[in-house]
Every structure is written in C-alpha cells, then in structure tokens.
C-alpha cells in the first residue's frame, strides 16, 4: 500500500494581522508545520494552533525560521552552525512547551522559508539544523526538501527524515525547486498539480521543468491554504489520492 503525508504552513497568524485559513485546511492535512514566533506567529497563536492540531489528530510540528518578521523569513541570513543549532533549539523548546502542556509531542521540525532553501544546498547548515534536532529528541523527525542536503544530513545524524515534495511547485532537473522569480516556477492547473503527485507518490518520479523525468522520494506533500482556493485544492489532492489507492495519514505513522 502506498502511504504519504499531507502538511500545510500554519499558525502564521501574528497579534491583529489574520494569515492563512488554519481552521478550514486543519480538517484536510495529517501534519501541520507551526510557526514559532520568529518568522510568523506568536505565543498565542501557537498555543491555539497546536491545541487546534491535537483536536484533529494532526501531527504537530516546528516550523522554525530566521528571525525576519518584516521579510516573514523569506529572506537569505548568512548565520555560522553555533547560531542556526541555537535558533532551532530556541524556536522548537518554545512550541514543545505549548505541545507538552496539552499532552502532546513534536513529530517533525521542518524548517521555514530561506532556512529551508538554503539547507537543501548548503551541507554545513543542514548539519546544525539536524545536530540541534538530535541534542533535543532523536526521536523527532526532520522534515526537508527530497533527495536535498537537509535528508542526507539527517541520516548521517541519525535522525528519521521525511522527504517532502511540492504539489504546485516546478523542479529543476538536479531535483531543486525552480526559482519563484522564474516562469513556470508555480503549476495553476490544479489537475496537473494533483496528476504529478499522484506519479511522484505512486511511480517516485516527477518531469523537471525541462522536460526531463527525475527521480523524486515523496513521503509528504507540502499544500498551502492561504486562500478558499487553496483549501478546495486541498481537499481535491486528499480525494483524489484516497480513490487512487494511498493512504493519507500522518509521517509518525509510517516512518520508524
């Protein structure tokens, strides 16, 4: 039986500004990625956030990212290993609190924005993101990029990985997301979107923005629910990968 993972961005909602549809894309994900403070988010927000997760048996992880408000962490910060090891363990302590109090734990850490980019290329970051992950709990597991940097860091840690993949995202052919600035770099065709999942998942292969067929690991897919649009798409990808015969359920659940 074929199994994967459904994962959203959530909680990036900070003090009076309202981001995202958390309560309408919560019902269709199996793991959610929420945002500890740095990039989006705050105190509140992630304590409601992860009690809305632990209500829908949605597993619950750190979205962790540089601290950019104003760039909501979207932004390239040159920071040594010490730093980055210190900004995760920072940012997953705090959302492990909230998810301790209400008797919860932390499945995964899935690192946000330019943090997650620049880790699927850059060795010596993906290796502090995993060091930090693994002086905390070995059990937890690191989510990233497929085939990047940031898995192969985690194995060599020894940390569970979850290769995530994107439904409306192009890849280059050396398995990279193709650059938003680009053309192309973002598939709107909602039927194309959910057929290349269903061919990742099912045959482990995606065709590269050049045409050429790669070879990609998806264990989650990564949808965004920033808009009613969004959230129909959501609910789309779950239906139509439950007809085609994959189970839907949450990374803890398959990855040992």
Known sequence: MYEVDLNSDIGESF???KVGLDEEVIKYVTSANIACGWHAGDPLVMEKT??????????????????DLMGFGRR?????????KAYIKYQLGALMAFAIS??????HV???????NMAA????????IAEAIYEVDEEIILMGLANSEIIKAGKTIGLKVCNEVFADRAYNPDGTLVSRKLKGAVIHDADLAISR?????????VTAINGEDIEIEAQSICVHGDNPEAVEFVKKIR???????????AISNFIK
């Not at 209400?102 to 499945?107: L, N, P, T």
């Not at 850059?122 to 502090?128: C, E, G, Q, V, Y």
């Not at 239906?239 to 359920?249: A, F, Y």
């Open 121 to 128: 290329k850059d060795k010596k970051l993906s290796m502090a």
């Open 50 to 67: 992860v009690q809305m997760a632990s209500e829908k048996g949605v597993g619950i992880g750190a979205h962790p990212g540089y601290l």
């Open 102 to 107: 209400k008797g919860e734990k932390i499945q």
């Open 197 to 205: 999942v269903i061919r990742m998942v099912k045959e482990g292969k």
């Open 15 to 17: 003090g009076n500004y």
């Open 110 to 116: 899935k690192p946000h924005g330019a943090m997650y």
């Open 239 to 249: 239906l139509k990968l439950e007809e085609e015969g994959v189970k839907v359920t």
């Open 76 to 84: 390239n910060i040159v920071v040594t290993p010490e730093e980055v």
